[in-house]
């Protein structure tokens, strides 16, 4: 809700809809203050954000539960993600067709 909430308020101000990272770094701001201040981790979870914006275009975020994140080609999260992503380094490219992107994802 706050997220919505932030997105109007920017869209109302500057005419245009929010950044796909300026939405990111708000969310992963606050769950690193309850992280700094409460000593607690509420959101306890990392996440995956994918946006579009006419800045970047296309983007895919992750964040862990401290409030760190940071900008992916493509990765994962979750049970056994590491061979996931060793996968994705080995296989993904940019330029193959987006039917065999995902079969990749599925893989």
Same mark, same amino acid.
């Given at each position: 809700?706050?997220? %919505?909430?932030?997105?109007? &308020?920017?869209?109302?101000?500057? &005419?245009?809809?929010?950044?796909?990272?300026?939405?990111?770094?708000?969310?992963?701001?606050?769950?690193?203050?309850?992280?700094?201040?409460?000593?607690? %981790?509420?959101?306890?979870?990392?996440?995956?954000?994918?946006? @579009?914006?006419?800045?970047? $275009?296309? &983007?895919?975020?992750?964040?862990?539960?401290?409030?760190?994140?940071?900008? @992916?080609?493509?990765?994962?999260? $979750?049970?056994?993600?590491?061979?996931?992503?060793?996968?994705?380094? &080995?296989?993904?490219?940019?330029?193959?067709?987006?039917?065999?992107? %995902?079969?990749?994802?599925?893989?």
């Amino acid at each position: 809700e706050t997220l %919505r909430l932030r997105a109007q &308020q920017y869209l109302l101000r500057y &005419q245009e809809p929010i950044p796909v990272e300026m939405l990111v770094q708000q969310l992963c701001d606050t769950k690193q203050v309850y992280t700094q201040y409460g000593g607690k %981790r509420p959101f306890g979870v990392s996440l995956l954000y994918m946006g @579009w914006d006419k800045h970047l $275009g296309y &983007q895919l975020y992750q964040s862990d539960p401290s409030g760190n994140y940071g900008g @992916w080609k493509a990765t994962c999260i $979750g049970n056994n993600s590491g061979a996931a992503v060793s996968i994705l380094k &080995q296989d993904y490219d940019e330029s193959i067709a987006l039917e065999n992107q %995902r079969q990749l994802a599925v893989t």
